[in-house]
């Protein structure tokens, strides 16, 4: 999930919250009889004749609109259920620019030829990796299997001082946050072929 999904994900959730909140202490303070009784009376229900007459008064496109507002609530869930997996990747970091011209660096070059280098380490057994931020900021997103028996630290030298500095390199750049998500995985078994 990137950095914008977050955001309007605290957004929304702020918002349902305080509407909820809302209503929950209206539906109180009419039940501890906080408004007239005249006005609001606690010991009637919510849905009274009045609110029946209503939807009878309305009766048959109220119940087309509330088929609608259905429809386009069940479409915001839809679209939320789809950004949530919404990765930020990096196309492309502009590298260096002049009078000359542009050059630009596929970042799916860089994270294809990161990912194969820290494969090449005996204990690793897979490795993917992504570019993710801006063309400014660039950040790594690294997913690597590891051999159950191998030590962590052999792997975090194969990633910290190969592959990354390798990936800063070829960006030219000095900064460059990095997450490595690690799994354990028993090691394939290597067949010998005997003539």
Not at 64 to 70: D, I, K, N, Q
Not at 76 to 85: I, N, S, Y
Not at 159 to 185: D, F
Request: glycine letters at 10%; a positive charge.
């Amino acid at each position: 999930m990137n950095d914008k999904t977050a955001r309007g994900n605290r957004l929304g959730l702020l918002i349902v919250g305080l509407a909820l909140l809302i209503l929950s202490a209206l539906a109180i303070a009419r039940g501890a009889r906080a408004f007239p009784q005249a006005v609001a009376p606690a010991s009637s229900p919510l849905v009274d004749g009045s609110v029946r007459q209503a939807f009878a008064d309305y009766d048959p496109w109220l119940w087309w609109v509330l088929a609608a507002a259905g429809i386009v609530l069940a479409l915001f869930g839809l679209r939320w259920l789809l950004v949530q997996g919404r990765r930020g990747k990096l196309g492309g970091i502009r590298v260096d620019g002049g009078p000359g011209g542009v050059t630009e660096v596929d970042t799916g070059s860089v994270t294809d030829a990161a990912a194969a280098e820290a494969g090449t380490h005996p204990a690793i057994i897979n490795a993917t990796a992504a570019m993710t931020g801006t063309s400014d900021h660039p950040a790594v997103r690294m997913r690597v299997v590891v051999a159950e028996d191998a030590p962590m630290s052999v792997v975090r030298e194969q990633l910290g001082e190969v592959v990354i500095p390798h990936m800063r390199q070829a960006l030219e750049t000095s900064h460059m946050p990095t997450v490595a998500r690690v799994s354990l995985e028993n090691a394939p078994r290597r067949s010998r072929t005997v003539a």
